[in-house]
């Protein structure tokens, strides 16, 4: 082959690579995203949404890493209700004081394999599928978003200066084939998260008025669910779409903030003997409420 022809035949593989690239970026980013980002919860379709509309780089791989983050702390969140089953208090004795890391959240869903499996919860089978195999290693999800991610974003979140948008584009879309992928892989996912609206008692069984916190910016759909367990009104659980609701408050709750006005999902940031703090990734606002008992 001559010169000539091996950089006609270069130029038509180089142009082909491009025309590739852009046809993954366009069924990550395309017409089918909005829909995907409408069966994740509130906390999780917040950060998707943003990072879909983000007009930047930095401003994508930025919402990524808060798409990671609120990803593992939801999921610790139901870990740790499920494990707890309304025992006091929600979170492990040893992290109690000090704020709580990203790490740490991961870490006590890394510990979690065997009393998962132990329990007999639905819920439980739920999350335990998603995260581990029957032997009770950790799923490609699992080692993505509770290892790999953290140290991506531990590296990422703690970079001291602004880098080129070049820099970012790299970034971004070095990884957010794999994290959108491994979010797809978690069925428990689409479980909906929801609020107690209403209780009515009727034949010895109670029924509750649900508002459904899927996607971002919930718009008020109500659900009713017959369940003989007790939650209080106000409270944030998980539903099965049965009869069976999983208790969250204490680790997230989607309520309004003190300081906007505007109903967020907060998750648990630190919690003392005085009071629990908590932390939503839709403004970057804090919250303060009495401590968890």
Same mark, same amino acid.
């Given at each position: 082959?001559?010169?000539?022809?091996?950089?006609?035949?270069?130029?038509?593989?180089?142009?082909?690579?491009?025309?590739?690239?852009?046809?993954?970026?366009?069924?990550? /980013?395309?017409?089918?995203?909005?829909?995907?980002?409408?069966?994740?919860? /509130?906390?999780?379709?917040?950060?998707?949404a943003r990072e879909q509309s983000a007009a930047h780089y930095h401003e994508k791989f930025f919402s990524l890493l808060d798409v990671g983050e609120t990803s593992v702390r939801y999921i610790a969140a139901l870990v740790l209700a499920v494990l707890c089953d309304g025992a006091s208090p929600p979170i492990p004795l040893r992290l109690m004081g000090a704020p709580i890391s990203l790490g740490s959240w991961a870490g006590l869903v890394a510990e979690s394999s065997e009393s998962l499996r132990a329990s007999r919860s639905?819920?439980?089978?739920?999350?335990?599928?998603?995260?581990?195999?029957?032997?009770?290693?950790?799923?490609?999800?699992?080692?993505?978003?509770?290892s790999e991610f953290v140290n991506l974003r531990n590296r990422e979140r703690g970079h001291g200066s602004a880098r080129p948008e070049g820099v970012y584009e790299g970034l971004y879309r070095r990884h957010v084939s794999e994290i959108h992928d491994s979010l797809k892989?978690?069925?428990?996912?689409?479980?909906?998260?929801?609020?107690?609206?209403?209780?009515?008692?009727?034949?010895?069984?109670?029924?509750?008025?649900?508002?459904?916190?899927?996607?971002?910016?919930?718009?008020?759909?109500?659900?009713?669910?017959?369940?003989?367990?007790?939650?209080?009104?106000?409270?944030?659980?998980?539903?099965?779409?049965? /009869? /069976?609701?999983?208790?969250?408050?204490?680790?997230?709750?989607?309520?309004?903030?003190?300081?906007?006005?505007?109903?967020?999902?907060?998750?648990?940031?630190?919690a003392t003997t005085k009071a629990a703090h908590y932390y939503t990734y839709s403004t970057n606002h804090r919250i303060e409420r009495p401590p968890i008992h």
């Open positions: 082959m001559d010169p000539q022809q091996t950089a006609e035949v270069l130029g038509a593989l180089e142009r082909r690579l491009t025309s590739l690239e852009q046809t993954v970026l366009q069924l990550i /980013e395309g017409p089918a995203a909005p829909y995907l980002v409408l069966t994740y919860p /509130e906390p999780i379709a917040t950060s998707l639905e819920f439980a089978e739920h999350v335990t599928t998603g995260l581990f195999r029957s032997s009770g290693k950790p799923t490609p999800a699992n080692r993505l978003l509770l892989s978690l069925p428990f996912l689409n479980l909906p998260l929801v609020r107690v609206e209403q209780i009515n008692f009727a034949g010895g069984t109670i029924q509750y008025d649900l508002k459904v916190l899927m996607g971002p910016s919930p718009m008020g759909r109500i659900e009713t669910a017959r369940c003989s367990k007790q939650v209080s009104r106000g409270e944030t659980c998980l539903w099965d779409w049965g /009869e /069976e609701l999983l208790a969250l408050d204490g680790l997230l709750s989607y309520v309004v903030c003190d300081e906007c006005g505007a109903e967020h999902t907060f998750f648990l940031d630190q």
